[in-house]
Every structure is written in C-alpha cells, then in structure tokens.
C-alpha cells in the first residue's frame, strides 16, 4: 500500500479512496495510513488520503 500511495503522489493524484467494510481489521491499517472516513453521503466504508 505504502508503494501504491507513493506512485499516486508522484502522478499528481490528489488523493486515493478505498472502500472498507464495517467491522473489518483492515480500516486500522488503513487508519494508520492517514486514510480518514468520508464525508456522510458518500457509500458507506469510503475512506480517503488527501495531501
């Protein structure tokens, strides 16, 4: 994950999204991340990293 957000940034991407399950162990890792819940109104499980 760490080379997927390091290309993204080198591209220019302003950001990426991913979407977690309720109750899955993979939201921490993500959360450690930097990846951070979406606003209400997205589908449920969006998170996102911004720089």
């Not at 998170?47 to 720089?51: A, E, F, K, N, Q």
């Given at each position: 994950m760490l080379d997927?957000?390091?290309i993204a940034r080198q591209r220019g991407y302003p950001g990426l999204?991913?979407?977690v399950e309720a109750g899955n162990?993979?939201?921490e890792?993500?959360?450690s991340l930097?990846?951070?819940v979406a606003d209400p109104g997205t589908l449920p499980g969006t998170?996102?990293?911004?720089?």
């Open positions: 997927v957000i390091q999204s991913l979407s162990g993979a939201r890792l993500y959360c930097g990846f951070v998170m996102i990293l911004t720089w």
